[in-house]
């Protein structure tokens, strides 16, 4: 879908805010309530085979709410970057020991509880550790090393207050514990608005706001900051008895091989590739960091020199001309479209659909696999919301997937999106 993070915004930003700060937290809204208002227009006009310019969808990282003007930092200031490098790397390798530890005592001194932007940072890394462990708890998983890498995207100051676009990319291990000697990993990149303040000789956390690969499994979650440990409360459940091949054959029309090949190319995770740009080139980038998945998706099966060569045709094509610049069909850009067109063209079927119980379920009743170059397709409540494809199996069979929007690689399919209103069509592709 194309509006995730304004969505994530307006969901969240007001969970934590006292009456007293309604003014300030709205000027973060503004900038998403003009992009909703519009959306919803631009769409209400929009008929199932019309094209969507690619100028409506276009965001740069600039675009980003950021809660003071301030002045951009210059190359002279690469004592200042480096400081706050330095205390990213000390705030995430803390969060990231929480992660298999479930201690917590050390990440208060990295934000100021006493504001209420900070205080809603907290307590969001808080629902994520306990998210995360008690996931991998209910399948018999153990996390063994946890990574991210900061990178500054842009940079301004106003008042010893530092308002950054960030990039985090993580590297994940985990085994299963009844065959530890097998360490798979995956990789998640996420895009933060972050706020600093300078706090003695270092720096204080006053506002980090991000789309979180996790949302969709937090909201059974509260805390109230006087945490020190992160119990684990669900416990393993799941018989993790997948039906896969790992190696299907290429139709005709379908080169499965190819088609993971370049999700993997261009996945936007950097130690997955030794690209130096994150996408291809090729094609227009829909909302950096928010609304790329379906376009990525669409990329991944029609791309006729590196992806997996479904011919495109006048309901789901991708066109770039000089005078109208590029033009994509909803259908490439939409999840739910897309859908619609691989089922209605009978390009693909659903081999498996419901919640994760229900998937795992209909696995023994059903001749139906999961194939590599097969396609998730994400529902959450009433909404189809995003769309993956599947580039791997761990060593227990567990159904890999790589999608952008959030820039994922080989990230467990259902990880951040198993809770009661989440439904997950697995679409085979003919």
């Avoid at 993070?5 to 934590?16: A, L, P, Q």
């Avoid at 706050?84 to 390798?93: E, K, V, W």
């Avoid at 720096?203 to 909201?219: A, H, N, P, R, S």
């Amino acid at each position: 879908m194309v509006i995730n993070r304004e969505v994530f915004y307006m969901r969240n930003i007001f969970k934590d805010i006292d009456k007293k700060k309604i003014l300030k937290a709205s000027s973060y809204l503004l900038f998403p309530i003009f992009l909703i208002t519009n959306f919803v227009f631009f769409i209400s006009k929009t008929s199932n085979s019309s094209f969507v310019p690619s100028v409506f969808f276009s965001e740069g990282y600039e675009n980003e709410p950021i809660a003071h003007a301030g002045t951009f930092i210059t190359d002279s200031d690469e004592n200042l970057e480096t400081s706050i490098i330095s205390f990213l790397n000390d705030l995430y390798s803390t969060r990231n020991k929480s992660f298999t530890t479930g201690n917590v005592e050390d990440l208060y001194k990295f934000y100021d509880i006493s504001q209420t932007f900070s205080s809603y940072s907290l307590k969001h890394e808080f629902k994520r550790i306990a998210f995360l462990r008690d996931w991998a708890s209910e399948r018999n998983i153990s996390f063994k090393n946890i990574e991210s890498t900061p990178k500054i995207l842009s940079l301004k100051e106003n008042d010893n207050t530092y308002s950054l676009t960030l990039s985090e990319e993580y590297k994940l291990d985990y085994i299963y514990n009844d065959a530890a000697e097998k360490i798979n990993n995956f990789g998640v990149s996420l895009i933060h608005t972050l706020e600093l303040k300078t706090f003695g000789n270092s720096f204080i956390v006053t506002k980090d706001y991000y789309q979180d690969c996790f949302e969709g499994g937090l909201g059974q979650y509260d805390f109230n900051l006087t945490e020190k440990n992160i119990p684990i409360t669900k416990y393993r459940a799941y018989n993790l008895n997948f039906k896969i091949n790992p190696t299907p054959e290429n139709s005709s029309t379908y080169n499965r091989e190819a088609a993971v090949n370049y999700a993997n190319k261009y996945s936007g995770i950097s130690f997955a590739n030794n690209l130096d740009s994150k996408y291809n080139s090729n094609y227009y980038t829909y909302v950096a960091g928010s609304g790329n998945c379906t376009n990525f998706i669409s990329q991944c099966l029609a791309d006729s020199l590196e992806g997996g060569g479904i011919p495109q045709d006048k309901n789901w094509s991708y066109k770039f001309n000089e005078s109208k610049g590029v033009m994509a069909s909803e259908t490439w850009v939409n999840s739910e479209k897309l859908l619609e067109y691989l089922l209605s063209s009978n390009k693909a079927f659903i081999s498996f659909s419901g919640s994760f119980n229900e998937i795992l379920d209909s696995m023994s009743k059903s001749s139906n696999e999961i194939n590599l170059g097969d396609l998730v397709i994400y529902k959450q409540g009433d909404y189809i919301e995003h769309s993956a494809i599947i580039t791997g199996f761990d060593n227990a069979g567990y159904p890999l997937v790589n999608s952008n929007s959030i820039d994922k690689f080989k990230m467990p399919f259902d990880l951040g999106w198993n809770n009661d209103t989440s439904e997950f069509y697995i679409v085979s592709l003919k």
